[in-house]
């Protein structure tokens, strides 16, 4: 076989994600370019890797035999420069941490503060959802993660380490903002913002409220907790966010947290990697940072809490 490293790694690319578009994306090539090279690599091989049934595009079998290779070879490759990493010392190195999308506010706070003491290290950071985090760990594409409590049959070395309170908000002058101690059945009346599926606070409020034989309609979705926010400040609706997310707009007055009988609900944030993960220096001192200082970062504890 005459391929190379190069063919490889585009490969997994065009494999993982089944989109030339997105590999190209990624790797900062024209697609044309991406296209060259899989053609080269099926040349070498004698074997189409790729199908194209209507739209979409499918794995032969040799491509997914080929893929199992360039995922083993890309991990072996990223392993093996932590190693060095690791012999060159905490000066340096790449820090490659995954959040899902409500702790990226802590995790640029945290980062920023991190850098001060480690200048040298490069960060790769991926916000995504808990779904789409729970696949990058899966791949191992990711040292470190940050996220909601992970499911209790991975293979991970997780540690909690910072409580997150999901809370009710609503905009200033909505009719729920004066009452106390609203019951939870009122609730199912209002219109809710939710996120979209494959998020952790969704599906962490969907079960409570049906640990509680209630339903809450979420009539509009949307994929980022930041719309939200910002749907619920414009008056859109009600919405549940984590309470370490809205700090600004609290303090602006744009938003106000409901006083919901049996919330906040406590949550915590995890820091886990996949267990024999061999860390690079830069993630075992994030890691141990992160321990230390993570409520130095957040100007809401949740004693602190405000309600309107
Ligand atoms: P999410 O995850 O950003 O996917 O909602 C948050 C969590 O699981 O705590």
Known sequence: ??????????????????????AAQELYLTQPAVSMQIKLLEDNLGLPLLERLGKKLYLTEAG????????TIASQLQ??????????????????????????????????N????????RIDLKVTNRQGLLRLLEENATDLALMGKPPADWDLIAEAFMDNPLVVIAPPGHTLCQQQEIPLAKLEKETFLIRE?????????????KRKGLSISGSMEMNTNTAIIHGVAEGLGLGIVSLHTIQRELDDGRLVILNVDSFPLMRKWYLAHRSGKKLS????????????????FMDHAPEKTGRA
């Open 1 to 22: 076989m005459n391929i190379t490293l190069r063919q490889l790694q585009v490969f997994e690319k065009v494999a993982r994600r089944l989109s030339f578009t997105h």
């Open 64 to 71: 997914r035999e080929i893929y199992r290779l360039s995922r």
């Open 79 to 112: 392993e093996t420069e932590q190693v060095l990493e690791a012999i060159k010392g905490t000066e340096g190195g790449t820090l490659t941490i995954s959040v899902v999308s409500t702790v990226h506010y802590f995790a640029i706070r945290a980062l920023a």
């Open 114 to 121: 991190f850098c001060k003491s480690f200048p040298k290290v």
């Open 197 to 209: 599926q494959g998020s952790g606070t969704r599906g962490a409020v969907e079960s409570f409220f």
């Open 281 to 296: 220096h830069a993630a075992e001192a994030f890691k141990t940072f992160v321990k230390e200082h993570a409520w130095e």
